[in-house]
């Protein structure tokens, strides 16, 4: 009976070894590489706060005899906001305007009198010592009205001080006195006096968001932000970066920096305090080969992701290799020239510089003029003696070159469009005589030179050497590394397109397989990754990170079994097995059994 479901035991642990090893074949989900647009942005978290707050105070002292407002009650210049007791700057106004009439009439009796005086001393009536005294006495006379006029305009001041209105539009936040309270005055006090109430004008309002010290190089002032707040958590409001902040902020060993986001609160429907999401919109690329980030891997990945999928480790290493030795280099060219295409068709007459850590090994062949390069115009071949005449044209004329890189410089800040900028600059080449075409063409001629010129940089983006394709040199062996593509206006200056290789796995429907393919990689979100070349639309690529969790699901499986010890069947049991010696005798390294051999 033992025997038998010992042996019942075994034949069920086999059956369930079988099936898992047929779990092994793992399921690979793949998506189709599709066209799309990617949308980057850098978030934060942040609070919504007043631009200018106003603390009111008054400079009177007293005690308030009337306050009509409350807070979030909306005030315009000159409304009534505190009303202090005024009798006794009322008692000191009448005093010293009575002052003021006395001294009046004072001056018009020593005025009489030294009119008096200038007759009998002309008479010999009077003396010297009698005129100069009627003399100073006018004097006196008139010092006294001065003395009480601005005595008058003090108690004045006064007096209106105890009356507390509203300096600008706004609403009132805070409230920190109420009606019978007595105050004391901000600028006779040691301690600044006693804060009646804040007020900021709510018409327009920022967010004050943490962003995290990775991201910050991506966040310029200008820039589009949206706003999700969680009051109105399916509407977005949209702002501006205003600035950000040169100070970091360090929370829980994190260096962040605040970025101050403006927003239009014309409705009113944001309120100091509100917690919101900002995103600063980064780049966009629009109708572009994408795949999901789950179907992207490094390159120094490949052996250990072919082995996941079924395929022989060596033969995948090799595969990768040759792709990266034969015309990757090439394949990352041509890519960079087909986006400059799509760019230029949106930003008009487009010049390519196309420089990467690595070059193409072929011999540089002569440039044809393309087309497509904006909005259907051809680029140009133009000789030396042309882009001599621009240049003297431009020397003549150095504020239109420095007019020229302000354009390049709002359009690269974002402050005005790619067409506004091309339609301006195409006014001020008319204005000396230059065709903006030739102009394009000269630039893009010194920038394949690997020279500056006209203004602008022909430096290599991604290594940060000048280039050198077109002078006849090599590139190094072994820059296989990440590197960048320029697409240059004549008019815009360089939008730097940064690039770096990547693996994916493409599946071979027909013979249920799959092949490592080397591409480069552009822009990338959370989601989608760009590929600029490498793949073509259509294709269907591996989703690997479900398969890494897959395998490493079957490994703990595996972990499992071999922990269960299970004789003859895993590596801990059964004779051979290298194992605890129970039941069956001794294994391999497992212990005899008791009483000896008989």
Known sequence: ????????????????????????????????????????????????????????????????????????????????????????????????????????????????????????FKARVITSQEYESASLDLENSKAAVIRSAANLDLAKQRLEDATVTAPTAGTILTKTVSLGQVITSATNSANGGTTLLTMADLGRVRVRALFNETDIGQVRPGQTASVTVDAFPDRRFQGVVEKIEPSATVQQNVTMFPVLVTLDNSESLLKPGMNGEVAVLVDQVNDVLAVPNDAVKNVREAAATGQMLGLNPDSVTSEVRAQMQNGFGRARSDAATEAAARVGSASGEVALASQTTQQSQQPQQPQQPQQGFGQGRQQIEVTDKQCADVKAALAKKPDLQKKLDDLRTKARSGEIDFSAMREQSEKLYASAGIDMRVAGGCRRKEMQAGGAGMGGSGAVAGSGQRGNRGQGQQPQSGAQGSGNFQLSTPEMGAVTRRTRPGLVFVSDSAKKTYHPRVVMLGAANFDYTEIVSGVKEGERVALLTSLALQAQRQQQNDRLRQGMGVPGLTPNGGPGGGGGGRPGGAGAGGAPPRGGAR
Request: charged content about 25%.
């Open 1 to 120: 009976m033992k025997r038998t479901l010992a042996l019942a035991l075994a034949i069920g642990v086999a059956t369930a070894a079988c099936s898992g090893s047929k779990d092994k074949t793992p399921f690979v989900q793949t998506a189709a590489v599709t066209r799309r647009t990617i949308v980057i942005d850098a978030e934060a978290t942040g609070a919504v706060e007043p631009i200018n707050v106003v603390e009111v105070k008054s400079k009177a002292s007293g005690l308030i005899t009337k306050m009509p407002v409350e807070t979030g009650t909306l005030v315009k210049p000159g409304n009534l906001l505190v009303q202090i007791d005024t009798r006794d700057v009322q008692n000191q106004y009448n005093q010293v305007e009575a002052d003021l009439k006395a001294a009046q009439a004072k001056l018009q009796v020593s005025e009489q009198q030294k009119k008096r005086s200038d007759e009998l």
